[in-house]
């Protein structure tokens, strides 16, 4: 079960990484390739666009051709996309190699949830997700330290062979550790689509779609946060560089208490309450962006409601990502994968929407919050966990 797990962080570990290790090379790297600041930004867009476009194919592949396969297979394209991305001289280059990271980084992501399926039952699973995200949440302090100490003695492009080398680890973790955890019998009958419980496990339940939205909305909240966190406390906190550095990485303890703490809880409480918890947070936050914002308080406000914000969404997106996981043993790749997709779509559009229409940071972050939590809790009250069989769920599920 150990191997299980060190695999599964890993191939998750190459997502948040390829997208926070680069960052404090970005005025060098515009420098080289005579870049502008819209066209290197545009990278980020383009990363989430491999992953979103990919994600879907692996998951596919992963449920025909099995785990251990697709997950060589990402790690070894994420390599030769990053070995690109130090090589590139052109901005277009660059680019490209950006989306070819993210095609191979979301095929070890969605492999990662679906061994995840594959090895734990419900309960298990939903403490190591809440671990899982309690890891990622390191990344973005540690990979930019990371990253600043790579570039005092060498260029830019050694980022881009750091993360090629992450590659090469994953690529030797799951040829030589990972076993595959889908069934020579399973990997054939999904191929012919004819496995005893394939045809129960539909996507179009009401349960699935409840918890896709639920996982989407929370992940578009946390990435609309970290998106307008420079504009709220660089632009109306007046903090300098420093000082914004310290609150990000005082939220991501806040992230890892809470993930690391979420497993424990869950010996006590039930998932609904930590998911209903996980919602109500996110309202309050909304409302204490609100007060603060409204009566000028002194920004405390705005740093306990930032903190509610990471606090909310590692209570419960470990939980619900489990949940959603939970009805398919046959298709837990394509699962994954939907949710994925959903959650990259979702979080893209929503803050492109609210640029595009001028919404000011704090505003685009309320609504978002507001939003999330009137919405999820809704959708928590109308549409429980079943708790009966997979047939009787299929049935009573179906739309």
């Known amino acids: 079960m150990l191997k299980f797990l060190i695999c599964s962080f890993a191939l998750v570990l190459l997502y948040p990484t390829a997208i926070d290790l680069y960052l404090v090379g970005l005025p060098q790297i515009s420098a080289d390739l005579s870049a502008t600041e819209s066209q290197l930004h545009i990278a980020f867009s383009i990363y989430l666009a491999g992953m979103a476009t990919t994600m879907l194919l692996a998951g596919k592949l992963s449920d025909s051709l099995g785990r251990k396969p697709m997950a060589i297979a990402g790690a070894t394209i994420f390599v030769g996309a990053s070995l690109m991305g130090g090589a590139a001289e052109q901005v277009s280059t660059f680019l490209a190699a950006r989306f070819a990271q993210g095609i191979g980084a979301g095929s070890c992501y969605v492999v ?9 039952d419900d309960k298990r699973r939903a403490k190591v997700l809440s671990m899982i995200n309690g890891i990622t949440c390191i990344v973005p302090v540690i990979a930019p330290v990371v990253g600043h100490l790579i570039m005092l003695k060498f260029p830019w492009q050694s980022l881009f062979t750091t993360m090629a080398g992450m590659g090469v680890l994953v690529c030797l973790l799951s040829l030589l550790l990972l076993k595959e955890t889908k069934a020579t019998g399973e990997i054939s009958k999904s191929i012919s689509g004819s496995g005893p419980q394939s045809h129960h496990e539909r996507f179009l339940s009401r349960f699935f779609v409840s918890r896709v939205i639920i996982a989407s909305l929370s992940c578009t909240v946390i990435l609309t946060y970290v998106n307008v966190s420079p504009m709220l406390m660089m632009g109306t906190l007046k903090l300098d560089r420093g000082g914004y550095s310290s609150v990000m990485a005082m939220t991501a303890l806040v992230s890892m208490i809470t993930s690391f703490s979420a497993p424990l809880a869950l010996t006590f ?3 609904r309450t930590l998911i209903i918890t996980s919602q109500s947070l996110f309202a309050i936050a909304a409302a204490t962006l609100v007060l603060v ?10 740093f306990i409601s930032f903190g509610l914000i990471c606090a909310a969404f590692s209570i419960g997106f470990g939980v619900t990502m489990s949940q959603a996981l939970s009805p398919y043993s046959q298709r837990a790749g394509v699962a994954s994968s939907i949710l994925g997709v959903s959650q990259v779509c979702t979080s893209a559009f929503y803050i492109w929407l609210m640029g595009i229409i001028g919404v000011s940071a704090l505003y685009a972050l309320i609504a978002i919050l507001a939003l999330t939590s009137i919405v999820c809790l809704a959708l928590i009250s109308w549409i429980p966990k079943p708790t009966s069989s997979p047939q009787y769920e299929e049935s009573h599920y179906s739309t």
């Open 112 to 120: 990662a949830f679906a061994i995840l399926r594959d090895t734990l």
């Open 269 to 271: 409480f039930r998932e």
């Open 293 to 302: 914002s409204r009566y000028d308080v002194n920004t405390v406000g705005y």
